[in-house]
């Protein structure tokens, strides 16, 4: 007996056609759409004081830094998703405003419901990002930081950061305390 063949739901066109006009974010995946949660307060300002710092560090330099609604493509993995926090110093990111899909460095903030997701499948799309230097995950509950480095031979390493440590991005050159990084979080 044959298996049967997959149908998309939507092509990347169909999505990226559709998705501007819908109230709420959805990522897209190999054909299946996806609805993004909202976030909650802590969520949104551990997101935004990662941005202000990643911005004010890489201001006058060709990189930008982007939030959440800026959406990013995974062509190998034929994905859309919209990361918390990202930065690229692509010209060819620069000449699209509205897609990025060559950056070097990419946040995402863990909340229970997508903790999973963003260690395991997410990061297996971002991994085939050949630009992406630094895959960033921030615990909100443990305050724990998990920095996934690729090395110089493709490989990716692990570097924790514990409650209280200063968190070192290599990728950009930027070291962001916990006091910065947690700031006005109850």
Same mark, same amino acid.
């Given at each position: ?52 710092? *990643?911005?004010?560090? /890489?201001?006058?330099?060709?990189? +930008? ?6 959406? =990013?493509?995974?062509? &190998? !993995? ?61 615990? *909100?509950?443990?305050? /724990?930081?998990?920095?996934?480095? +690729? ?6 390493? =692990?570097?924790?950061? &514990? !409650? ?23």
């Amino acid at each position: 007996m044959g298996q049967a063949a997959k149908i998309p739901v939507f092509t990347a066109a169909d999505y990226l056609a559709w998705e501007p006009m819908q109230v709420d974010r959805h990522e897209y995946i190999d054909g299946e759409v996806f609805a993004m949660a909202g976030a909650e307060d802590r969520h949104v300002t551990v997101a935004g004081n990662l941005y202000m710092h *990643l911005r004010q560090h /890489l201001a006058g330099s060709p990189c +930008k830094t982007y939030m959440s609604d800026m959406r =990013l493509q995974v062509a &190998a !993995a034929n994905s859309y998703f919209y990361p918390d926090v990202l930065v690229t110093c692509s010209a060819t990111d620069r000449a699209s405003p509205t897609i990025k899909s060559e950056p070097k460095l990419i946040a995402e903030i863990l909340s229970p419901s997508t903790a999973a997701y963003d260690r395991g499948l997410k990061f297996s799309h971002y991994r085939h990002i050949h630009t992406l230097e630094e895959y960033l995950l921030i615990d *909100l509950d443990s305050r /724990l930081t998990d920095c996934y480095r +690729k090395g110089p031979d493709g490989l990716w390493v =692990l570097y924790p950061f &514990a !409650a209280g440590e200063t968190v070192h991005l290599a990728s950009v050159g930027l070291d962001i305390s916990a006091d910065q990084l947690f700031a006005e979080v109850v």
